[in-house]
């Protein structure tokens, strides 16, 4: 009813400021369409809001039982026309068991430094003489290129050539791409190059400067 008496309204304010009308024998139609869509909106608002998760990010992860995983990265120092390049083994319990910082000369293309990196990462597997290794970097182009049977025709791709020769005697069973964030060790590695003369290697003691660079949290 107070729908069918709101409807009548509506109608004679429709009158007096414009020409929408509807017929009087439409009233009653209007009224129960106007409930109708009154109650269904009621409806939707009682119903509960979906909760939207925000998707988790990509955490990094040790490898499986029996293996060891290689995170590299490479840095640029431009002013100093170097390069620096990190790579931290971990076991599978997440312990750093060794690591590397090496400075080189900056190559011709920026590019090119995380093919080295990579290529570092491998020649400093088979100098610890690690065979079943997972390699893992955040430049997607070089993990990509890696497992490919096809030779790139990247400007890398004769380093990248030269990274797969070294998997002939290895038993490297995995690439993994990952997020700079989940791959801070290697990264701060890299960065931390600058410092370094030449190559530092660790392997049992860890040093004291590198506390804070191996121990922050991987992922």
Not at 9 to 32: E, G, M, Y
Not at 60 to 87: I, M, Q, R, Y
Not at 183 to 207: F, M, T, Y
């Amino acid at each position: 009813m107070a729908m069918v008496m709101w409807t009548i309204w509506h109608r004679r304010n429709q009158i007096r400021v414009s020409t929408n009308d509807f017929p009087k024998a439409q009233v009653l139609q209007q009224a129960s369409q106007t409930l109708t869509t009154f109650q269904q909106s009621q409806y939707s608002l009682s119903q509960p809001l979906a909760v939207i998760r925000p998707q988790a990010s990509a955490q990094w992860s040790p490898p499986s039982a029996n293996c060891l995983k290689l995170n590299f990265d490479g840095a640029v120092f431009s002013e100093l026309g170097k390069v620096g390049f990190g790579v931290v083994v971990h076991d599978c319990q997440g312990k750093a068991i060794a690591s590397l910082l090496e400075q080189a000369l900056l190559p011709f293309s920026l590019v090119i430094v995380e093919a080295m990196a990579a290529a570092r990462a491998m020649s400093f597997a088979q100098e610890l003489g690690i065979s079943k290794f997972m390699l893992e970097g955040d430049s997607k182009v070089v993990i990509n290129s890696l497992p490919s049977k096809e030779a790139s025709l990247s400007s890398f791709g004769h380093l990248l050539e030269s990274d797969k020769s070294l998997l002939v005697t290895s038993k490297c069973i995995a690439f993994s791409h990952v997020r700079r964030t989940s791959n801070k060790v290697a990264h701060n590695l890299a960065r931390h190059a600058r410092h370094v003369r030449g190559l530092s290697v660790w392997v049992e003691d860890v040093p004291p400067h590198l506390y804070d660079v191996l121990f922050v949290d991987p992922g």
